[in-house]
């Protein structure tokens, strides 16, 4: 970071100002000539498709990435931030969508890796556990200070980067999609939390794919696309005028649903139970439907998902595909029978980020395009080459890394191995987390496609307009059970939450009432 190299000339309440940024990498301009301002003690939003130059311009901030044209004022200031640290002496604090977590240290260790208390020149352990205890109780979440990252779900690593960013006490807060696998309660704390922090007179800089949010929460919303700054509104501007500004086109229908004439059961779940995890799980899903899976987080859904893959061990129950019987924690098997997996960690589970888009989506047919030892290379480069232009994949080309693709981009590369696979019942966990509403629409014409051609998918999501919108059928499950089944014109907002937060047994539950839907669900 440079000394000042001049006086400065904002206001007394912008804490940072960007003028003119630019940052080309090989054969891609991230970023053109973007303006951005922060004052002190407001919500900025930045709002952009994936691949609008969003992490670009944030990871500039955080250090990670220097600009080739432009400047950076902190406080009227002019400074060039080389690293984390420098960006740490200003004040500035980043939450990445993509968690900065070590697996196999402790929650506290995580939340002051590298400022660690130390008493007679040694760690500080008692006085590291009660700073890390009260943060977490600040952001509302039940971790235990010496609890292992690696045993924590996605929404509580969430929650645990927010207290590690808060120990920085910083003056301006990136926050990446914070709220992108969180329930509405746990929004409402972290809203809590923010609004708080904006009183204090924090600055934050505030990403999310869900437009509902920034009403709620903005003060100004810039929106970038194609890596230029388009236009600077106020947070009340209507969705669907800031939809048009993120991607140049008006979206007539956020979800799109085309319900196909339903077949055969293609997936029989009976009596699917893993002790201490979930119990007594039984449900169809037909060729030509989308039966959606909602429920709190911690309800269970994902560890279904993966006990019907064979990715989990289940202790007693049966899971049949297209009447044949599939045998317990085998994920070969599943596979062979038909049966695809979408999970809810794409960057973690789905992908192998430093291979290609066309190694990636030749994965799973990796076994079938190899005889006598040999891998036929041209088949899969023209079948993935198919499928990534079907997909509408953008990409420099096939033998591009998935690691530098949108997160739209990567999801579509994650169905399209199996698409490639020919998968008959392909299970969606979470399939547009992160992802903006433009490339959003395109997945769910995708799962349009599927069900058309007679696959059947099995939707989890922790987004409740995106269940309501999207699914046949809604099951509910809540403390490990489903909780209850609602067709389509049966659910809504209301009347799957009076599911989810259930604690009877699913037989003493009255009907579904048709209720109004509630004007907000996440």
């Known amino acids: 970071m440079t000394a000042p190299e001049e006086q400065p000339t904002t206001g007394p309440d912008e804490l940072l100002r960007i003028e003119g940024l630019r940052k080309t990498f090989p054969g891609v301009v991230a970023l053109d000539n973007v303006d951005f301002d922060l004052r002190r003690g407001e919500v900025h939003v930045l709002l952009g498709e994936n691949g609008a130059g969003k992490s670009t311009l944030i990871k500039m901030l955080s250090g990670a990435y220097r600009p080739d044209h432009g400047r950076i004022l902190a406080e009227g200031r002019e400074v060039r931030i080389g690293g984390a640290q420098d960006a740490e002496r200003l004040g500035i604090a980043t939450i990445y969508q993509e968690f900065n977590l070590v697996p196999d240290l402790t929650v506290a260790e995580n939340i002051y890796l590298g400022r660690q208390p130390r ?70 704390k972290l809203f809590a939390i923010v609004r708080q922090l904006r009183e204090d007179g924090v600055g934050i800089v505030f990403i999310t794919h869900h437009l509902e949010e920034i009403a709620a929460l903005g003060d100004r ?29 008006s979206i007539e229908q956020q979800y799109p649903r085309e319900r196909p004439d339903t077949g055969d059961a293609l997936l029989s779940v009976r009596g699917l139970t893993r002790d201490g995890v979930f119990h007594d799980i039984s449900f169809d899903v037909h060729a030509g439907e989308v039966v959606g899976l909602a429920g709190l987080v911690g309800a269970g859904r994902t560890e279904v998902a993966r006990a019907v893959f064979g990715a989990d061990p289940y202790d007693a129950g049966t899971v049949d595909v297209r009447g044949e019987r599939l045998p317990r924690h085998d994920v070969p098997a599943a596979m062979n029978a038909g049966i695809g997996l ?82 008959r ?48 059928r809604v099951l509910v499950m809540a403390q490990g059970r489903i909780a209850g089944e609602l067709p389509a014109e049966e659910a809504t907002q209301d009347a799957v939450m009076a599911l989810a937060v259930s604690t009877r047994p699913p037989h003493e539950h009255p009907a579904p009432k048709n209720e109004e839907e509630s004007p907000r669900g996440h």
């Open 342 to 423: 979408v999970p809810e960690d794409r960057k973690g589970q789905g992908l192998v980020l430093d291979a290609s888009v066309q190694e990636n989506l030749g994965l799973v047919t990796l076994r079938s395009a190899t005889r006598s030892g040999l891998v036929d290379l041209k088949g899969q480069r023209t079948a993935a080459a198919r499928i990534a232009k079907q997909l509408g994949v953008r990409m420099s080309g096939i033998g591009q890394h998935v690691r530098t693709l949108s997160g739209g981009n990567q999801q579509k590369v994650v169905i399209g191995k199996w698409l490639l696979a020919d998968t």
């Open 425 to 472: 019942v392909l299970i969606l966990d979470e399939p547009t987390r992160g992802i903006d509403v433009g490339a959003k629409v395109e997945i769910y014409q995708l799962i349009n496609e599927l069900t058309a051609s007679g696959h059947a998918v099995l939707m989890i999501s922790s987004d409740l307009p995106e269940v309501l919108g999207m699914s046949d």
């Open 221 to 249: 919303v810039t929106v970038l696309r194609d890596g230029r700054s388009i236009d600077q509104v106020p947070a009340s501007t209507p969705e669907d005028e800031l939809v048009q500004l993120m991607v140049g086109r």
């Open 119 to 188: 008493r007679f020149g040694l760690v500080d352990h008692r006085r590291m556990r009660q700073g890390a205890a009260e943060l977490l109780s600040r952001v509302g979440v039940d971790v235990r200070p010496d609890a292992k990252v690696r045993e924590l779900g996605i929404a509580r690593l969430q929650m645990v980067e927010i207290a590690k960013a808060l120990s920085l006490d910083a003056r301006v807060l990136i926050m990446d999609e914070p709220t992108a696998v969180l329930t509405s309660e746990e929004v409402d």
